[in-house]
């Protein structure tokens, strides 16, 4: 589904250039709810960017299904963006001035793909998020747990191969938190869908079939749940994150 080679990003500041991301490589299968954690600064988002390509990358390779990402053009680009990824962000990015049900169609606006079967599609999502009692809300009179939930159901209208998510609870209480996890769970269990989140919540990334942990521009260790407990598995990352603290 998603393979990343060999990635190298650096930022130019003035004369310098820092490396950020030093030789990743990772893979993302179908059907996957995968977690990136790291320290802030470690280059998450970085990572993330450079797979939705708002960022160009130096060298390394990036295929998401047989598609590499880097070598598209504008316009294929912009499409794959609609069409094939979802994204999900920290601080929801709703537009204020359309419903929860509009926001959610928003893509399928954009790509031109509106009909009874996205409308219904907009509804299943609501359902299946519980929040369709809030569907003709706008985003000003909702919680933000339900913003990020109309977030995820809009990140998947179009029916997308991934959902890129750049720590889609880092601005929710715990409770809220749960709720957005549970609505990635959903996705992935009743639609399919193919998660990649990045978060340095361990809460968050303990819900995760797998778990790959960045240091220094680089993989540290990838951690599988397996047939783990949720909590056990929260324990051992926050043993490796402990664990990395210590090098
Ligand atoms: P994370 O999401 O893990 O906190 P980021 O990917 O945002 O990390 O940032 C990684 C490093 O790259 C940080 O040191 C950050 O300051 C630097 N950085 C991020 N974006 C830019 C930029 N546009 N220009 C220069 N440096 C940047
Ligand atoms: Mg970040």
């Known amino acids: 589904m998603l393979t990343v080679k060999d990635l190298h990003k650096s930022y130019q500041v003035g004369k310098t250039s820092y490396e950020v991301l030093k ?9 996957e709810f995968v977690a990136v954690m790291g320290p802030s600064g470690s280059g998450k988002t970085t990572l993330l960017n450079c797979i939705s390509c708002y960022i160009p990358l130096d060298s390394g390779s990036i295929l998401l299904g047989d598609t590499e990402l880097a070598r598209l053009d504008e316009e294929s680009l912009a499409s794959v963006r609609n069409r094939k990824l979802g994204f999900v962000f920290q601080d929801f990015l709703l ?7 509009e926001n959610i169609l928003l893509p ?9 079967m996205t409308e219904a599609r907009a509804d299943q999502l609501c359902d299946v998020f519980g929040i369709s009692a809030i ?8 919680s933000g747990g339900e913003k990020q939930r109309c977030a995820v159901a809009r990140a998947l209208i179009n029916h997308p191969l991934l959902i890129l998510a750049d720590e889609p609870t880092g601005n929710l209480d ?5 709720t957005v996890i549970r609505s ?13 989140m990045v978060t340095h919540d361990s809460f968050a990334a303990s819900f995760c079939d797998r778990v790959v942990i960045l240091k220094d521009g680089g993989v540290w260790e990838t951690l599988e749940k397996g047939s ?8 051992l990352l926050l043993d490796a994150i402990r664990e990395m603290g210590k090098e």
């Open 95 to 101: 537009l204020d001035g359309l419903t929860v049900r």
């Open 135 to 142: 569907c003709n809300k706008y985003p000003a009179e909702i």
């Open 228 to 235: 783990l407990e949720r909590s056990a598995f929260q324990d």
């Open 23 to 31: 030789g990743i490589s990772l893979e993302v299968a179908k059907g």
């Open 174 to 178: 715990s409770k809220s938190s749960r």
């Open 108 to 116: 399928a606006i954009i790509g031109g793909t509106v009909s009874s």
């Open 184 to 196: 990635f769970e959903q996705a992935k269990s009743a639609l399919g869908a193919t998660i990649f």
